[in-house]
């Protein structure tokens, strides 16, 4: 899952400074007023979106995979738990009844 983030990160890096470096050569217009580094940041997150999409698919399947194995594992886990409290319960039930 960290490695998704911080190549999710590497490209939105990599598109601030292509957006920057455009609208510094003036390809890209500047923005209004003082809106400038907001204007290079946004524009940079709609560009970066869709290509972490593309780019970054095996890797997004890979930490989807992994956070199923985890949760898969919690389920097991508090169901496991579950079930000795069931039989717990079930056994003090059992004892009280014969007494």
């Given at each position: 899952m960290l490695r998704y983030t911080l190549m999710r990160l590497g490209v939105f890096v990599g598109c601030l400074a292509a957006v920057w470096g455009l609208v510094y050569l003036?390809?890209?217009?500047?923005?209004?007023?003082?809106?400038?580094?907001?204007w290079i940041v946004?524009?940079?997150?709609v560009v970066s979106a869709p290509l972490s999409f593309v780019l970054l698919r095996k890797e997004?399947?890979?930490a989807s995979e992994t956070v199923v194995r985890r949760v898969d594992r919690m389920k097991?886990?508090?169901e496991s738990n579950r079930s000795q409290?069931?039989?717990?319960?079930?056994?003090?039930?059992?004892?009280?009844?014969a007494s």
């Open positions: 003036g390809v890209f217009p500047r923005g209004l007023g003082d809106s400038n580094g907001m946004l524009l940079s997150l997004r399947d890979r097991a886990g508090l409290e069931d039989e717990a319960a079930d056994s003090a039930h059992a004892q009280g009844q």
